[in-house]
């Protein structure tokens, strides 16, 4: 077909049962030109390249699993969407030492819990701590 190739052919000029079908059906009216999905050669493929490094997780439950019962289950009960994997790193840099992770966690959470209230609520809500 020569032209625009998005361009659904006048019934005069068509030929094929889909074409019939569409304009016969209301789909599409008769000459009416279609934007083209995308060209070029990621078609298809959409936002499966990037610049930024790739995050692997294996197996998220497992590492859940490692965690110090204490641990997991202020993770099962944090206020903010912690990883698995943010929890552990904290912990080794507190030494194996649960309770301190435990401290540092729960002052990191506070502060963050703070600082988002400020920002949503204003500067004047009570757990606003700037």
């Known amino acids: 077909m020569r032209g625009n190739p998005c361009r659904i052919p006048s019934p005069n000029g068509a030929t094929g049962r889909r074409h019939d079908a569409a304009v016969s059906s209301g789909i599409f009216p008769a000459g009416k030109v279609l934007r083209p999905a995308r060209a070029g050669p990621m078609t298809g493929r959409r936002n499966l390249k990037s610049s930024l490094r790739g995050r692997f ?33 904290i912990w ?34 009570p757990q606003a701590k700037v």
């Open 57 to 89: 997780c294996a197996d998220p439950m497992r590492e859940f699993d490692r965690l110090p019962p204490a641990l997991r289950q202020w993770l099962a009960q944090a206020h903010l969407p912690w990883s698995t994997r943010s929890v552990r790193r």
């Open 92 to 125: 080794l840099r507190h030494h194996l030492d649960t309770t301190e992770a435990l401290r540092f966690l729960e002052r990191a959470e506070r502060a963050t819990l703070a600082r988002d209230t400020a920002k949503i609520w204003g500067k004047t809500h």
